[in-house]
């Protein structure tokens, strides 16, 4: 039986190696300067939230807020992810699919 996650700790989910893999164009607007950009994203129907990358935010200039505490990252089958938890925060961005 697995532990449920402290009450105080936020756990996301993601999938490690999808068996099948979805790509689809996706637009993103900085709800900030309302830039946009057109993208190639996976879409990943195992993912608790919706992530980026963050080299991926870095090139695109998206701001970025520190959380107060990181948010753990497991993958599907329970395990740990390789990329550690999450410890920022993208501003407001409004997505839409092409």
Not at 27 to 40: A, L, P, S
Not at 75 to 91: E, K, P, Q, Y
């Amino acid at each position: 039986m697995k532990e449920k996650p402290k009450e105080e700790e936020r756990v996301l989910r993601c999938t490690v190696q999808p068996l099948r893999e979805i790509w689809m164009k996706v637009g993103m607007e900085k709800m900030d300067t309302y830039e946009g950009v057109t993208v190639k994203a996976l879409l990943d129907s195992g993912a608790t939230e919706m992530f980026m990358d963050r080299k991926f935010v870095e090139e695109h200039g998206f701001r970025m807020e520190k959380l107060d505490r990181p948010s753990k990252v497991t993958n599907m089958d329970g395990t740990d992810n390789v990329r550690g938890s999450i410890t920022l925060l993208h501003r407001p961005v409004k997505f839409w699919l092409n």
